[in-house]
C-alpha cells in the first residue's frame, strides 16, 4: 500500500462501495466525479516519471469529460426533472452494501489470478478496475431510477478504463479519444431520454415502462 497507484485505487475502492450505500444523488454524483479524477491520476501515475504531452493531454481530456462534464449533465438533468434521491431500489442499501463487499472479495480473487499487466507494479489497479465494472453492472440491475441507472454506466465506463490502463499501458490516442467521445454521445442521449421521461411520466422507474405498450 505505498504506491501511489495503490493510494489512488484505495479511494477508487471506498468510492465505490459508497456509492452503493447513497440515496441523494447529488453525492452520488460527487463521488462520480472523484472517479473521474482519480482516473485522471491514475493515467499520469501510469506514465511517472517520464510523463509526456500526449499523457497530459490525454488524462486533462479525461478529467473535464469524466470529473466535469458528465456529472453537470446528470445534476442539472436531475434538478431540471426534480429528481431528488432513489428511494425504493430493486435492491436495497445495506444489501447493496453487502453485495458490495462480496464482489470486492471477488475482484481481489479474480485480479490475483490473471497473468496480465503492463504496468511494472500492478498493485490494486486491477481488482480496483473489476469491481469499479462489477458495481457499474450492479447499480444498473439493482437500480430502479434511470438517473441512477446512468451513473451505473458511468461507473462501468470507469472500471474498463482502468482496466485498460493497467493491462493495456500505452493505449493509442485515437482509440482514447474514440471511447471519450462515445461516453459523451451516449451521457448526452442518455441525459435527454430521462428528462423526456420525467417530463411525459413525472418519473424516471424504469420497470413503470411496460405501461407503454399497447
Known amino acids: 500500500m505505498d504506491t501511489l497507484l495503490d493510494r489512488l485505487m484505495l479511494l477508487l475502492i471506498l468510492s465505490d462501495l459508497t456509492m452503493l450505500a447513497l440515496r441523494r444523488f447529488s ?16 493515467a499520469l501515475a501510469a506514465h511517472q516519471p517520464d510523463f509526456t504531452g500526449r499523457a497530459v493531454l490525454l488524462a ?6 469524466r470529473g ?31 453485495a ?7 475482484a481481489m480473487a479474480i485480479g490475483a489470478r490473471l497473468p496480465i499487466g503492463a504496468l511494472p507494479t500492478l498493485g490494486l489497479v486491477v481488482p480496483a478496475s473489476l469491481f469499479t465494472v462489477f458495481t457499474g453492472v450492479f447499480l444498473v440491475v439493482a437500480r430502479r431510477k434511470a438517473l441512477s441507472q446512468c451513473v451505473g454506466y458511468l461507473v462501468l465506463d470507469n472500471g474498463i ?8 499501458g500505452n493505449i493509442p490516442a485515437l482509440v482514447e479519444l474514440g471511447t471519450l467521445l462515445d461516453a459523451l454521445v451516449a451521457v448526452l442521449v442518455m441525459a435527454i431520454a430521462m428528462y423526456r421521461l420525467s417530463e411525459e411520466f413525472d418519473h424516471m422507474n424504469t420497470d413503470q415502462l411496460d405501461t407503454l405498450r399497447g
Open 27 to 42: 453525492a452520488a454524483l460527487g463521488l462520480l466525479a472523484l472517479q473521474g479524477g482519480l482516473l485522471a491520476a491514475l
Open 161 to 168: 478504463y482502468g482496466f485498460g490502463v493497467a493491462t493495456v
Open 60 to 65: 486533462l481530456m479525461g478529467l473535464v469529460l
Open 68 to 98: 466535469v462534464l458528465f456529472p453537470w449533465l446528470l445534476r442539472r438533468t436531475a434538478r431540471r426533472a426534480g429528481i431528488v434521491e432513489e428511494r425504493r431500489p430493486f435492491v436495497g442499501f445495506v444489501p447493496s452494501l453487502l
Open 100 to 106: 458490495g463487499i462480496g464482489l470486492l472479495a471477488a
